[in-house]
Each structure stands twice: as structure tokens, then as C-alpha cells.
């Protein structure tokens, strides 16, 4: 896809954040399926997906995936994911609130207050979007975090700031 070389990366080759909806989006399916092809992680399977919104499928496999290894952050992550795919905000940030008081102070907490905040973000609850999406900044700038994260937390906030500014 033309003009998505600015949007933030999201982690997985071919695949970056839309900087308008937050949403992970796949902007090149030759690198994806290329990656796919090449990786014995269950869990990029369950992201790519997560990402075609195809939740059912995800939820099936994530089933099997934290069968074999309930404790895997990534995939308790993916779990809330499935639910915000699945039209469940309230019950995705409720599973996400679980892990961030089970990260607190550690270098995951970023991670998840980003995903919170794009819960929130795509829920329409803009206000606690921002301040998710602020404090994951502040934490991944105190952290030196790789550039890539302090760049996807950078435009989710501002993009945020932008529509509750619109809503006022």
C-alpha cells in the first residue's frame, strides 16, 4: 500500500498501525506470508488473524496455543485482542487491566497500557485513550525503548489528543 511507509510498525514484517484507526493493518501480504511461512511461533499465526479480523479462527487457535503454554504474556495479550475484535471492549479491557496489574513496574507495562488505550481509542472512550496512551509514552521514553514504540505511542497519542479535541 502506497504512503503507509510513516505509519508505526507493529511488530510483525508487512504488517503496521493504520495512524487513523490505531488498528494493526496488513500493508504488505507478500512479507507477511513470507514471515508466516518462515515462523514456528503459534502466536504470530493468532496475530495475523487478530489483525484480518477473523476472531473465531483466533480464538481457536489461541485455545491450543495457551494449552500448551497458559502463562505466555503475548498470548494472554492476544486473548484481550480477540475480544476487541470480537466487539467485546468491556470485557478486553477487563483482561487487560489483569495484566497490567501483573506487569506494573516492569518493562511490559508500556506494552500493555498501548494496548489498553487502543481498546479504549476504538471503544470511543477517547479520554482514557489519551492518558493510557500518555503514560505508555512517558514509561517507553524512561525506559530508552526501541524507537519503533516510542514512535507507535507518539502518533496513537496524538491522534487521540486530535479527536477529543474535535469532540469538544
Not at 495512524?19 to 512479507?31: C, K, R, T
Not at 488505550?117 to 517507553?140: C, M, N, P, S, W
Not at 525506559?143 to 479535541?165: C, G, H, K, N, P
Amino acid at each position: 500500500m502506497a504512503g503507509t511507509s510513516d505509519w508505526p510498525e507493529a511488530g510483525f514484517p508487512g504488517v503496521r498501525i493504520n495512524p487513523v484507526s490505531l488498528l494493526p493493518e496488513i500493508v504488505n501480504d507478500d512479507a507477511c506470508r513470507a514471515a508466516l511461512a518462515q515462523s514456528t511461533d503459534p502466536a504470530d499465526s493468532i496475530f495475523v488473524l487478530i489483525v484480518e479480523g477473523h476472531a473465531a479462527e483466533a480464538a481457536e487457535q489461541l485455545a491450543e496455543a495457551r494449552f500448551r503454554d497458559p502463562e505466555s504474556f503475548r498470548l494472554r495479550a492476544f486473548e484481550a485482542e480477540v475480544l476487541r475484535v470480537s466487539h467485546r471492549p468491556d470485557r478486553a479491557l477487563e483482561l487487560f487491566r489483569q495484566l497490567l496489574a501483573e506487569v506494573h513496574g516492569t518493562d511490559r507495562e508500556a506494552l500493555v497500557l498501548q494496548y489498553m488505550g487502543k481498546v479504549q481509542y476504538t471503544a470511543g472512550h477517547i479520554a482514557a485513550a489519551v492518558e493510557a496512551f500518555a503514560r505508555a509514552l512517558d514509561l517507553r521514553v524512561a525506559q530508552s525503548a526501541d524507537a519503533a514504540q516510542i514512535y507507535s505511542s507518539t502518533v496513537a497519542l496524538q491522534r487521540a489528543r486530535d479527536v477529543l479535541d474535535l469532540a469538544c
